[in-house]
């Protein structure tokens, strides 16, 4: 048995109840979450803006303990500080050989149908039904059972609260501008929409020695924010359409590196218009399933913009979260800065889906993270 927010149905509170967690299969991980951060996708599930099978434990940003390995588990042990990737690896696809395990032939297609790499949820309802994971996660739980391949181990000394950050909102913004938007120094860049997502790819760029790094949200109190991030300029959406405030920053030219961070049709429409010829267009923001781009057809050829989807921030989560534990521990990365309400999972319907200025809301699970 353990605690956890459950998601009965569309646009109703998360409820937390009791539940069932069965046993760890062979190469599965019992962890007992420390912190995990609310994400955009996890409101747009409770929205009905992305399909899902309900009833589900939303959450995929977390970090934990292991409590219990299966029987084949190598890659950690018990007592193992970890952060929780929602990108499985199978280790033997064409993208997994690649160095893309994030895209991996097996198990990204399959990250929302509700259960772990066999399919199936290791959460049940006290009356025994089956309750889907989230994301091959689900973390808004006491406990859950995950993959040996979601667990990435992090050293002991990172403290586990902004360890939670990692797996979703840190690793997908930082990753848009270092890998997917292969920032260079002295690159100007464009980020649109200045939430979790995309206060990080900030970060990124600033990391990667961004000469200018241009803020557009719809909301004014974000200039401070992201400055405080690493922003140059913040433009505010109700000021007139993005791509021509970007241009006339950048006297006429365009960015050379445009990420757009709010998955939103016009805002990746406008992403396109707001690069320069030839610069690259980074499109990370989860957009509604049914929205559809309108991109001006005449003048992709002779404009060689390059444009690039970035999912998970185009990272090797096994590779790259400790890259991220790395900067975070160097002080050249900000992760307490991003966390705003802190509350205990009995109270998770108090920040979730509300608005905020700071990137993330957490649960504190209350480990003494
Ligand atoms: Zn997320
Ligand atoms: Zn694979």
């Known amino acids: 048995m353990t605690t956890a927010a459950v998601l009965h149905e569309v646009d109703a509170d998360l409820v937390v109840e009791t539940v069932v ?3 760890p299969g062979p190469r599965e991980v019992r962890v007992a979450l420390a912190a995990s951060g609310i994400c955009h996708s996890d409101v747009m599930v ?20 292991v409590l219990e390995v299966g029987s084949d588990v190598t890659r950690v042990r018990v007592g193992d500080h970890v952060a929780l990737s929602w990108a499985p690896e199978c280790g033997q696809c064409f993208y997994c050989l690649s160095g893309r395990s994030n895209l991996c ?12 790499l066999d399919g199936t949820s290791r959460f049940r309802s006290t009356g025994g039904d089956t309750i889907a994971q989230y994301s091959f996660l689900s973390t808004f739980t006491e406990e859950t059972i995950v993959a040996e391949q979601s667990c990435v181990p992090i050293s002991a000394d990172m403290p586990l609260l902004p360890a939670s950050l990692i797996g979703c909102a840190v690793m997908t913004g930082v990753g848009a501008a270092l890998f997917s938007g292969n920032v260079r120094a002295g690159d100007t860049v464009a980020v649109l929409g200045g939430g979790g997502v995309g206060i990080n790819a900030v970060q990124g760029a600033a990391i990667a020695g961004a000469g200018r790094v241009i803020v557009v949200d719809a909301n004014p109190a974000k200039r401070e924010t992201v400055s405080a991030f690493g922003a140059t300029d913040f433009l505010l959406t109700g000021d007139g359409d993005p791509a021509a405030q970007v241009l006339e920053l950048t ?10 961070a709010t998955g939103d049709a016009a805002a990746m429409a406008a992403a396109y218009s ?17 929205a559809v781009v309108a991109l001006p057809a005449a003048r992709l050829p002779r404009e060689e913009k390059v444009i690039t989807g970035s999912f998970y921030g185009g990272a090797v989560p096994l590779r790259d979260f ?13 992760l307490d800065e991003l966390v705003g309400a802190v509350v205990p999972l009995a109270r998770i319907n108090d920040v979730f889906g509300k608005p905020s200025n700071a990137a993330r809301s957490v649960i504190d699970f209350g480990l003494g993270a």
């Open 21 to 23: 967690l069965t046993s």
């Open 46 to 65: 409770a929205r009905g803006g992305m399909a899902s099978p309900l009833p589900i434990i939303l959450g995929h940003e977390g970090s934990g303990v």
């Open 105 to 116: 032939a097996e198990y990204a297609p399959r990250v929302l149908d509700g259960g772990l």
């Open 251 to 260: 006297h006429g030219r365009g960015a050379d590196v445009v990420i757009d």
């Open 274 to 290: 707001a690069a320069r010829r030839g610069g690259r267009i980074v499109y990370v923001g989860v957009a509604p399933s049914d």
């Open 322 to 334: 400790p890259l991220v534990v790395d900067l975070y521990q160097s002080g050249r990365l900000k």
